[in-house]
């Protein structure tokens, strides 16, 4: 996979090269480049930034620099590029919520692109005009809080979706155990134990040391419940709701 990401602070992104992804990046497994935003600036002081139209507090990043920043990674694909180009992720507050079946979907993209907005965003004629030269622009949002830029953002979508790349964590299996995963409903992770048997007065729950697979499963399953159903009801409504639709489907 390819990840190009337009920024004005690229050390932000310095955690990328660590560890899991950072590996991922040594072995080819994720061609990850950043790229500065004021490489084009064509004033003295390399200005990104002006004042919003109508009036407002703070100030917007300016549509030039980013017309030529982006028309400059579009023009360099890669080889495997989809014939439709990149998905052109664009990380605000106002973009839809960034879940693990985002993550899921965006694995199997070969190239995806980030611009980073700082201040109070980007002039909105930037992803209108990509949009509508057929690129595909998604303005995803991590949750409903302000952050300073979409750097941070790029951190969590890179690592969420470079994870699921063949290779990249040793044990497959461990990703589709994991809280969110669709092979178990999209449910909570239920609690994990390792040795000692016995941690300050604390013991593992007897079933996991039975040895008995169908039980401990079962109490797995029970725990991901309960879990899920008292701190994301949300989750069980979701899944309450498409049984019923699939109830429905088989009337
Ligand atoms: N929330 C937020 C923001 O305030 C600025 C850029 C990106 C995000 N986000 O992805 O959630």
């Not at 992104?13 to 991922?24: D, F, H, M, Y």
């Not at 497959?172 to 178990?184: F, G, N, R, T």
Request: charged share 25%.
């Amino acid at each position: 996979m390819r990840v190009d990401v337009v920024t004005i602070f690229g050390e932000y992104l310095q955690p990328l090269s660590l560890s899991l992804i950072g590996r991922a990046r040594e072995e080819g497994l994720l061609d990850l480049r950043v790229r500065d935003l004021r490489e084009h600036t064509h004033d003295r002081h390399r200005t990104v930034d002006d004042t919003p139209y109508g009036g407002g507090a703070g100030m917007l990043m300016r549509p030039e620099p980013w017309g030529e920043a982006l028309d400059a990674v579009l023009a360099d694909p890669p080889g495997d590029a989809r014939p439709e180009g990149p998905v052109l992720l664009v990380p605000s507050p106002a973009g839809e919520v960034f879940r693990q079946a985002t993550a899921v979907e965006l694995a199997a993209e070969p190239w995806l692109v980030f611009a980073c907005g700082r201040y109070e965003g980007i002039d909105a004629r930037v992803v209108e005009h990509y949009a509508s030269r057929g690129v595909r622009v998604r303005e995803v949002s991590l949750g409903d809080y302000v952050l300073n830029g979409g750097e941070v953002a790029v951190l969590v979508i890179v690592e969420a979706v470079a994870r699921l790349l063949p290779g990249v964590v040793g044990n497959a299996a461990s990703v589709e155990e994991e809280s969110h995963a669709a092979a178990h409903s999209g449910l909570l992770e239920h609690p994990a134990y390792t040795k000692p048997a016995t941690w300050r007065g604390l013991d593992v729950p007897a079933v996991l040391t039975s040895g008995h697979h169908g039980l401990v499963a079962r109490w797995r399953r029970d725990e991901a419940l309960r879990r899920t159903a008292r701190r994301r009801p949300d989750i069980v409504a979701a899944l309450d709701a498409a049984r019923c639709d699939a109830a429905d489907l088989r009337v």
